[in-house]
């Protein structure tokens, strides 16, 4: 719970970042990616968390976990708009279930 809480807050915190990492990754701009391309836009969006906000960054096992853990849609791919509007992180919520992350 205590891991989820921290994933949650740091993509809450950058979500403009997350929105132009994963727009970069969607060509067609349907707002699906690939699960290839949602961790490469994690991972791009995650160099620019530690140049701007040392210290706000993901680990590799937090992007690991998300990886693994986001839905998919029935073709495979990410809609990464419903995974940005999907989260809020509560400052004080017990667990991640406390928090609206229904894409996880």
């Known amino acids: 719970a205590e891991m ?15 929105k132009f990492a994963f727009s970069y990754f969607d060509g067609g701009s349907r707002g699906l990616v690939s699960l290839a391309d949602f961790e490469s836009a994690l991972q791009s969006a995650n160099d620019s968390f530690k140049a701007h906000e ?8 937090q992007i ?5 853990s986001v ?4 073709n495979g791919m990410v809609d990464w708009r419903r995974f940005l509007e999907a989260f809020r992180w509560e400052p004080g919520a017990a667990s991640h279930s406390d928090c609206a992350c229904a894409i996880l």
């Open 64 to 68: 690991r976990i998300l990886v693994e």
């Open 54 to 61: 040392p210290g706000t960054a993901l680990t590799a096992d």
């Open 4 to 18: 989820m809480g921290a994933i949650l807050a740091v993509l809450d915190k950058n979500k403009f970042t997350l």
């Open 71 to 74: 839905e998919t849609e029935p």
